[in-house]
């Protein structure tokens, strides 16, 4: 919860998410309640399943919690502040608002860069059938489960890949690395440092088959061969769909595409 706390507060100019809605044929009227018992009943069942849905997100964020023991160790290791490990996820009703707006379709290469449990990765091959999905995430111990998670779905494993790095490394970039390929990259960066967001900058620019970018935090500068598009795509995240609920209206990502004159 501690952590959940001071993710939202970082976050908090920018909190909010979207109620779902089940997709209904163009010319079905929708179906209103004709007594006061049958609203109630319909109301009382989607109030329970809202919260359930809440649940699940708590439990969600919850399993991406770490030590602080290995939260030192990984941030030392790779030399980033430890504030860098905290826990948060993009829910699959705002991951699914995101892939429409970079339109994430199967001839991608996705790539997840601080990849947590690897839920936003299996979504991406599973739900929008990418080419291939890439996970890095530099905490072992999510790693680990997103690894688990994986082989629970065995059908997606010749699809996705997941490293336990950092995303920022050059040799996963160069020619021939797992990402050198990519075409679509999401950072979910609210507590990347300035430093991180930086390097991240140079290997987006230096990765020619990257056509988008989506970040929670904004890079400090725009990538060269890019143009930030406006306005970033507001999405639901774990901290503002358990703080808001139903009123949420979403966390601003930026959105940076390859410039199509390629300046
Ligand atoms: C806020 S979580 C996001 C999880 C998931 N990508 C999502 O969108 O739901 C950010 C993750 O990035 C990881 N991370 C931070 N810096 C990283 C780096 N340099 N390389 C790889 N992973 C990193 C953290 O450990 C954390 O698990």
């Not at 997100?57 to 860098?84: F, K």
Request: proline content about 7%; glycine content about 6%.
């Amino acid at each position: 919860m501690a952590r959940l706390a001071v993710l939202a507060l970082l976050a908090a100019p920018a909190l909010g998410f979207q109620l779902s809605s089940t997709p209904r044929p163009a010319s079905a009227p929708p179906h209103r309640p004709h007594t006061m018992s049958e609203w109630r009943r319909r109301s009382s069942h989607s109030q329970k399943a809202e919260a359930a849905r809440l649940d699940a997100i708590a439990r969600a964020s919850a399993e991406g919690d770490v030590s602080a023991i290995e939260a030192e160790g990984v941030a030392r290791r790779y030399g980033y502040a430890p504030q860098c490990v905290t826990y948060g996820e993009i829910t699959p009703k705002g991951f699914t608002s995101l892939a429409a707006r970079l339109r994430l379709c199967q001839a991608d290469i996705f790539a997840d860069l601080g990849s947590g449990l690897g839920r936003v990765v299996l979504q991406a091959a599973e739900q929008f059938d990418v080419a291939a999905a890439v996970g890095v995430e530099m905490a072992p111990s999510r790693h680990d489960k997103a690894v688990a998670s994986l082989a629970s779905r065995p059908a997606l494993e010749p699809r996705v890949q997941l490293i336990c790095g950092d995303c920022a490394a050059a040799e996963l970039w160069a020619t021939g690395g797992p990402l050198s390929n990519l075409t679509v990259a999401w950072i979910s960066s609210t507590l990347f440092s300035s430093d991180l967001m930086e390097l991240l900058t140079q290997r987006v620019e230096q990765a020619s088959s990257l056509r988008v970018v989506a970040t929670l935090r904004p890079f400090l500068r725009c990538p060269q061969g890019y143009e930030e598009e406006v306005p970033p795509e507001p999405c639901e995240m774990s901290w503002t769909a358990q703080l808001y609920g139903g009123d949420d209206i979403g966390t601003p990502v930026h959105v940076y595409v390859r410039a199509l004159d390629g300046s």
